[in-house]
Nanobody, 118 residues
Framework: QVQLVESGGGLVQAGGSLRLSCTAS????????MTWYRQAPGKQRELVAG???????NYADSVKGRFTITRDNAKNTVYLEMNSLKLLDTAVYYC????????????WGQGTQVTVSS
């Protein structure tokens, strides 16, 4: 089985920064794309940023220039550096990993709350 554990969420004032981490563990042969999603109250889950195994990154327009996604393949970990946070960034942030276990399957973390205050 594969587990993803996120950390780094919390309460921050607008304009501040946070760094989220997500580490995969378990029976992992390799990990493909790793992606951060978020879900605000009453809204659908939306893609925030993703990164391929070859470090190609993509971002939602709403976070471009403010968020940076990176990964450490040796640690099976993906990071999300969030700067210039806005009230609209308040949400539960989830990571998803594409894990090879005989075939590629998606696994999700449990989520970490990010709250931006004025």
């Amino acid at each position: 089985q594969v587990q993803l554990v996120e950390s780094g969420g919390g309460l921050v004032q607008a304009g501040g920064s946070l760094r989220l981490s997500c580490t995969a563990s378990g029976s992992i042969s390799s990990i493909g794309a790793m992606t951060w999603y978020r879900q605000a109250p009453g809204k659908q889950r939306e893609l925030v940023a993703g990164i391929t195994s070859s470090d190609r990154a993509n971002y939602a327009d709403s976070v471009k220039g403010r968020f940076t996604i990176t990964r450490d393949n040796a640690k099976n970990t993906v990071y999300l550096e969030m700067n210039s946070l806005k009230l609209l960034d308040t949400a539960v942030y989830y990571c998803r990993a594409e894990v090879w276990i005989g075939a590629f399957r998606y696994f999700w973390g449990q989520g970490t709350q990010v709250t931006v205050s004025s």
